[in-house]
């Protein structure tokens, strides 16, 4: 004879995997226009992350609700709005650009939310007004193009022009090359989206410098490289540059001119270890596209944030939650990772070099380390 079920057990049923709704994380990224591959590929990342444990991270069911902010700052403030009020999503990740997360984290934190960025770190959410929901699984912007700065004083230059777009991540980036590269340093601010950079192929040979450092992602980057070679820079002014000017698309986009060009990063397809190797072979099973460093901070948040489900069972406790991410116990696909006290990456940061595929492009090789267990320069301001 079937047992029957009691009223209690009624209701423990009911609030099984079989029957409650799985976890909202909402996302918030740039996926439109010439930088649209970058938001694209840390939703990919997260998503393919998800896909390999089953629907699952850390045990809970989830689900990505991911949203467009079209690279404008109040794009993503209404987005953010909408996520928690509307739709009572407590965590949010996803965006890009730090004009974006500028406008739209401190209304995440002061709403009571949670944000784990895959990539904008602007030094404004570092020193002193860190928080104890707040945290960078990519890098301090600072930090980023430090890596560049002191690769490009390893390689004996003193004098440099530094070229950035006007918003906060480009200003964080000479900020960081220049306090790592110690040297001479001519600034160059240009617009975020300019596509047409022949007034500052003209400043950089005015300045006559030793060494050319630029920041600019996305479309933008591939754009400055381009008319670099056409200006006939490329083989006579040496570049030392950071990832993400430097990312696969950027390297498929400009082909063999590349070849030569120093960078700096703290992930690449090459890493030897096993989180990356998985890494890498699913996201090339399931993807006929480059993998980018956006990708692997897509995969990473997305696996940070298992690793604390897999403690908390959830978010019905933010501050449990806060605290189980900042242990940081996930395997990294760039190795070495765990939170510093602003609960920004201390990390391991390498020289790339540039050279040929073997079928008329470029690749970056992985040549040695530059940094190691590498903090960022406003930690000490952070209070918590």
């Known amino acids: 004879m079937k047992k029957l079920l009691t ?69 993503g403030r209404q987005i953010a709005e ?10 949010l990740t996803g965006i890009i650009f730090s004009n974006v997360a500028g406008a739209t984290v ?39 193009h430090e890596a560049a700065g002191a690769a490009a ?5 003193t004098k440099a022009v530094a070229l950035a777009p006007n918003y906060q991540a480009g200003k964080d980036a000479i900020a960081g090359f220049k306090r790592m590269f110690g040297g001479d340093v001519t ?5 975020l989206g300019q596509t047409d950079y022949s007034s500052e192929m003209a400043q950089i040979r005015d300045a006559a410098p030793e060494v050319v450092f630029q920041f600019h992602p ?23 540059l950071s990832e993400p000017s430097t990312d696969a698309v950027v390297l498929g986009a400009v082909g063999a001119s590349a070849i030569g060009i120093t960078a700096t990063a703290h992930w690449n397809r090459d890493f030897d270890n ?26 990473d948040t997305a696996r940070l944030i298992g690793s ?14 806060s605290a189980a991410v900042k242990q940081a116990d996930f395997e990294s696909v760039r190795g070495a990772f765990k939170f510093g006290q602003n609960q920004h990456p201390i990390q391991n940061w390498y020289v790339l070099k540039i050279v040929s595929d073997g079928n008329g492009g470029a690749k970056a090789v992985t040549d040695h380390m530059i940094l190691k267990d590498h903090g960022d320069s406003y930690a000490a301001q952070c209070k918590m």
């Open 308 to 321: 604390a489900l897999a403690k908390t069972g959830g978010l019905d406790d933010v501050a449990a939650f």
């Open 187 to 191: 600034e160059v601010y240009t617009q």
């Open 106 to 144: 401190p209304d995440i934190l002061d709403n009571g939310g949670v944000y784990i960025s895959p990539n904008a770190g602007p030094s404004t959410f570092a020193g002193a007004d860190c928080n104890p929901n707040y945290f960078v699984v990519s890098w301090q912007n600072d930090a980023l």
């Open 153 to 157: 004083k390893e390689l004996g230059y």
């Open 82 to 91: 909408k996520f928690m009020q509307n739709d009572g999503i407590k965590l």
């Open 7 to 75: 009223a209690a057990s009624l209701v423990a049923l009911m609030t099984t995997s079989a029957f409650a709704e799985p976890l909202k994380i909402g996302v918030i990224t740039t996926l439109s226009g010439p930088a649209g591959y970058l938001g694209a590929d840390a939703r990919d990342g997260m998503l393919l992350a998800l896909e390999m444990g089953g629907g699952k991270l850390g045990g809970v069911e989830v689900e990505f609700v991911v949203e467009d902010d079209g690279l404008k700052p109040g794009n």
């Open 274 to 299: 096993a989180a990356n190797k998985e890494f890498v072979a699913a996201r090339d099973a399931k993807y006929a596209r480059p993998i980018t460093y956006y990708a692997s901070q897509g995969y």
């Open 218 to 240: 996305g479309g933008m980057g591939i754009a400055f490289l381009k008319q670099y070679e056409q200006a006939g820079l490329l083989g006579n002014i040496p570049m030392v």
